[in-house]
Nanobody, 127 residues
Framework: QVQLVESGGGLVQAGGSLRLSCAAS????????MGWYRQAPGKDREFVAA????????YYTNSVKGRFTISRDNARATMYLQMTSLKPDDTALYYC????????????????????WGQGTQVTISS
């Protein structure tokens, strides 16, 4: 089994930056693609960004393109989300997810019952 633990959330002012981390443990060799999602109060969980195993393919939701950068360090079994130019609308609980096959783009459109999820890290942007 794989376990995911997010960290790096916090409270920052609009225009600021944060870097989220998602550390994987367990059978990390089974992970093929990983992604970030977020859920704001009263809203559905939404896709943010995804990246394939070797980092050669990434995919972003339109609202974060040019502001967020997803990356992964396979040696550390860790995925990152560098967030810049943060807006109050970015306020949400951010989750990381992993699956054993598929594409980065597919993580934006399809949730699978065997997706693995972390517990989330809170990001709050003040205006």
């Amino acid at each position: 089994q794989v376990q995911l633990v997010e960290s790096g959330g916090g409270l920052v002012q609009a225009g600021g930056s944060l870097r989220l981390s998602c550390a994987a443990s367990g059978r990390t060799s089974s992970i093929s693609v990983m992604g970030w999602y977020r859920q704001a109060p009263g809203k559905d969980r939404e896709f943010v960004a995804a990246i394939t195993l070797n980092g050669d393919s990434t995919y972003y939701t339109n609202s974060v393109k040019g502001r967020f950068t997803i990356s992964r360090d396979n040696a550390r079994a860790t995925m990152y989300l560098q967030m810049t130019s943060l807006k109050p609308d970015d306020t949400a609980l951010y989750y990381c997810a992993a699956r054993d096959w598929g594409t980065a783009q597919k993580m934006a459109t399809t949730l699978r019952s065997d997706d693995i999820w972390g517990q989330g890290t809170q990001v709050t942007i003040s205006s």
